[in-house]
């Protein structure tokens, strides 16, 4: 039986999820990735391979993708963030057209066609202001946990506006409304109103479509989506049980499970079977 795993290696976490031949999910975990690239896609992928009950000689290819995609020491290809996300989020959502990718460091938009190959992305500019880090550096300020945005968000009253485009100009601006005596919650919904709507301007640039969709780790926070809607005056699908921040790493599978079929048809894959080691198996 063909098996194959994806690993997303991003620059906050690191995400590993194991495919079937009739693309079912058969594991997935999330580590965190810290200094170390190479040790957080070993480890994710030791742990992904024990939640599904496999040994590596078990897994016919792996592709890797994201931030550290270049360092993973068992790959056999690697694919960019924008190809993987565009090919995992259309697996979930067939009729999504734009795709909005929001991490911790980074923003991405997609236009993707039918089968999830990208046609046309925007990336954000390097500064803080424009990604998660900016509301996780905000909700930690007002001496919050970053596990608490949503829940905060979600109870604002009166978001106050934050318009400035530069972190530190943007952070002043928090300064200023939490010594005005503004609510935590309406700071903090403030902040994901304005990463709403710098990540609306990039969905524009590309020529947005509907149907759309947010994958990402700020897929799984509520308050960012809600905004995001209420910015774009549509619904956006946002994928069930917190996958939309594996959409990378399935979409790594599942082009890792397309290039296996191409080397079947060919008659390459029993050459590779008669041939060195895969690098899936030295993992062990």
């Not at 008659?267 to 079977?273: D, L, N, S, T």
Request: aromatic share 6%.
């Amino acid at each position: 039986m063909i098996r194959t795993a994806g690993l997303d290696v991003g620059a906050n976490y690191t995400k590993a999820i194991v495919l079937d031949e009739s693309r079912q999910c058969l594991a997935r975990v999330l580590v965190p990735t810290g200094f170390n690239l190479a040790g957080a896609a070993t480890k994710a992928y030791q742990a992904v391979l024990e939640e599904a009950g496999l040994e590596p000689a078990a897994i016919s290819y792996v592709a890797s993708t994201g931030y550290g995609r270049y360092v993973v020491p068992f790959r056999d290809i690697q694919i960019t963030e924008l190809t993987c996300h565009g090919r995992g989020t259309v697996f979930l959502f067939p009729e999504v057209r734009t795709v909005l990718d929001v991490g911790g460091q980074t923003v991405k938009a997609m236009r993707v066609d039918e089968r999830g190959r990208v046609r046309s992305f925007r990336l954000n500019d390097k500064c803080a202001a424009g990604t998660g880090a900016f509301l996780e550096k905000t909700v930690r300020y007002m001496g919050y946990e970053p596990d608490a945005i949503a829940d905060l968000a979600m109870a604002s009253q009166d978001p106050v506006t934050i318009s400035s485009v530069c972190a530190v100009f943007a952070e002043s601006e928090v300064i200023n409304h939490l010594t005005d005596g503004r609510r935590a919650e309406d700071i903090m919904y403030g902040a994901v109103l304005s990463l709403a709507g710098r990540s609306l301007q990039l969905m524009k640039r590309v020529g947005m479509e509907p149907a759309y969709a947010c994958v990402g780790g700020m897929s799984r926070n509520l308050a960012f989506v809600r905004a995001l809607e209420s910015k774009l005056g549509k619904p956006v699908q946002v994928p069930d049980d917190a996958m939309g921040h594996f959409a990378g790493a399935l979409g790594a599978g599942l082009l890792a499970l397309d290039r296996v079929a191409k080397l079947q048809a060919s008659g390459e894959w029993e050459q590779r079977a008669l041939g060195e080691t895969s690098p899936a198996v030295l993992a062990s």
